[in-house]
Structure formats: structure tokens, C-alpha cells
T-cell receptor, first 109, second 115 residues
Framework: GQSLEQPSEVTAVEGAIVQINCTYQ??????LSWYQQHDGGAPTFLSY????GLEETGRFSSFLSRSDSYGYLLLQELQMKDSASYFC??????????FGAGTQVVVTP | DGGITQSPKYLFRKEGQNVTLSCEQN?????MYWYRQDPGQGLRLIYY???????QKGDIAEGYSVSREKKESFPLTVTSAQKNPTAFYLC??????????????FGQGTRLTVV
């Protein structure tokens, strides 16, 4: 089957750096994306990697290694508003968009 | 304003009844998706559609049905065969081609409660 694994929770202080890892097993893998979801809200897109390497978008960066079936999301200069759930999601050749179980990031003062 | 709209926001259903959740988008997206989210859980794929008049089962399709008669619309019916339907349902849409950024846009969700 297809699956994505990510840690359930990460806690860090304001200003710190957090890395959320994601390993995947996806037939016909095409790309890996990341989404943020605040409590009670809808997920919002953060980044997408189709090729190996690092993509940087402001304080957030995402990395992909296709050979290792692995990616990560890096959150820098953490702010209180970054407290949320973060999901990795894989896209396959047939357009199926499948999500991991999510990582709850807790930012403390 | 372009976007994706789900209705209603809250829905109550009696056991044994079918109920249909609406999802409409005006983003001209080909692909549409339905997910179920239980408290503290991730998003589980119910159905997805890449093109009008075609759709595929996701990981938890049992007890659900969909249609895709128009590009803009992808309604989800929760049937009486779904044993535990109380959940938060999210609809999403994206551009179809995998070679492009496949950013998915989500509606605000429908909270379904069986009473």
C-alpha cells in the first residue's frame, strides 16, 4: 500500500528551528508537498518538491530525496503563530493526493 | 473571487439517512478530492476525480458515493452504509497535471454529526 510517516508532535521555543521529517512509500511517486492546518481550519499549502533538493519560501524550506523516499520541512525563526499541524502529502502519476497523519508543532514562549 | 466552497458548514443526520455534502469550485481546476478528518487525525482520502465523468476510490470509499457531472462540482453522499460517519469532511481541488505545482486548495469543511 501507500503510506507516509511523520512524527506525531514536536515542541520548540520561539525563535528556534524545527525539522519535520517525512518518509513515504508511494507507487508512481511524482512529488511531495507540505500543508499547514490550524485547529478547526482548512489546510493551506506551504511548498512542493518534485525534484531532489531544497526549496526555500521565506522562513519555511522543504527538501526532497527521491532515492531515499524522504523529505523534510524546515521551520526557521519559529513564531507563536506557527503552532499548528503540518502534513506531508504525496502525489502519484495518476493524480492521487495522499496525506500523512500530521505533526503537531507546539511553540512555547 | 476564485475559491472552493463547501456547504453546509455543520450538518446533523439521523442514523439510517443518506446525506449529501456540496463542494463547488470556480478555479477551473480539473482535479477534485474528498477527505475525511477525525479528531487529532490526518486526512484520509475518500474519492478523487481528475476529469469530468470520471472518479477513483481512495483509501476509505466504503459507505460513500460521488458524482462529477460538471467540472465545478463534486458532491459527496454519505450513505447509511457508512458505519461511523461523524467527522470533519474536507473538499479540495488542484490543477491536474503532475508536472506542475500541484497545490491543492481546500474548502472550509463540513462537520457532520450523526444524532
Amino acid at each position: 500500500g501507500q503510506s507516509l510517516e511523520q512524527p506525531s508532535e514536536v515542541t520548540a521555543v520561539e525563535g528556534a528551528i524545527v525539522q519535520i521529517n517525512c518518509t513515504y512509500q508511494t507507487s508512481g511517486f511524482y512529488g511531495l508537498s507540505w500543508y499547514q492546518q490550524h485547529d478547526g481550519g482548512a489546510p493551506t499549502f506551504l511548498s512542493y518538491n518534485a525534484l531532489d533538493g531544497l526549496e526555500e519560501t521565506g522562513r519555511f524550506s522543504s527538501f526532497l530525496s527521491r532515492s531515499d523516499s524522504y523529505g523534510y520541512l524546515l521551520l526557521q525563526e519559529l513564531q507563536m503563530k506557527d503552532s499548528a499541524s503540518y502534513f506531508c502529502a504525496s502525489t502519484d502519476s495518476w493524480g492521487k493526493l495522499q496525506f500523512g497523519a500530521g505533526t503537531q508543532v507546539v511553540v512555547t514562549p | 473571487d476564485g475559491g472552493i466552497t463547501q456547504s453546509p458548514k455543520y450538518l446533523f443526520r439521523k442514523e439510517g439517512q443518506n446525506v449529501t455534502l456540496s463542494c463547488e469550485q470556480n478555479l477551473n481546476h480539473d482535479a477534485m478530492y474528498w477527505y475525511r478528518q477525525d479528531p487529532g487525525q490526518g486526512l484520509r482520502l475518500i474519492y478523487y476525480s481528475q476529469i469530468v465523468n470520471d472518479f477513483q476510490k481512495g483509501d476509505i470509499a466504503e459507505g460513500y458515493s460521488v458524482s462529477r457531472e460538471k467540472k465545478e462540482s463534486f458532491p459527496l453522499t454519505v450513505t447509511s452504509a457508512q458505519k461511523n460517519p461523524t467527522a470533519f469532511y474536507l473538499c479540495a481541488s488542484s490543477m491536474r497535471r503532475q508536472s506542475e505545482n500541484t497545490e491543492a486548495f481546500f474548502g472550509q469543511g463540513t462537520r457532520l454529526t450523526v444524532v
